[in-house]
C-alpha cells in the first residue's frame, strides 16, 4: 500500500489505486472538494512534493487554466494513487470557511 505525506501533518496508507482526494478524507484531514471529482471547480488542489503521478491531463490543464497554477498544481479528484507521495493540500474547508461539496465517486 502506498504511503501519503501531507507536509506538516501526517502519514497514511492508502488503497492503490484509490483518489487522492477520497485517501485524505478518508484520513480525516480537510481538504475542499465542491464539485463531487469531476475537474470543474479546481478547490481540491495539491502541490505533488515528491512521488510520481500519472502526467496532468487535458481536463485538468482546461480547469487549472493559469500557467502559473498548471506548473505548480494538481487536482487530487483526477489522482489515482499508485505510490509514495508527499503533498501540500492547497485549500481548506475550514480556513476558507466553506463546506466541502458532494463525496467524489471512486
Known amino acids: 500500500m ?6 506538516g ?3 497514511f496508507e492508502c488503497e492503490d489505486g484509490k483518489k487522492l482526494v477520497l485517501a ?3 484520513a480525516g484531514l480537510d481538504i475542499m472538494h465542491r464539485c463531487g471529482g469531476q475537474a470543474r ?3 481540491c488542489r495539491v502541490e ?9 491531463s487535458e481536463v ?14 494538481r487536482l487530487s479528484c483526477q489522482i489515482r494513487v499508485e505510490n ?12 476558507e470557511g466553506i463546506a466541502v461539496g458532494t463525496r467524489p465517486s471512486d
Open 41 to 43: 471547480c479546481t478547490t
Open 84 to 95: 509514495d507521495l508527499t503533498i501540500r493540500i492547497a485549500k481548506r474547508g475550514h480556513i
Open 48 to 56: 505533488v512534493l515528491s512521488g510520481n503521478v500519472p502526467p496532468i
Open 9 to 11: 501533518e501526517q502519514a
Open 24 to 26: 485524505i478524507e478518508d
Open 60 to 73: 485538468e490543464i482546461e480547469a487549472l487554466e493559469e500557467p502559473d497554477l498548471i506548473e505548480h498544481f
Open 2 to 7: 502506498p504511503t501519503i505525506t501531507v507536509e
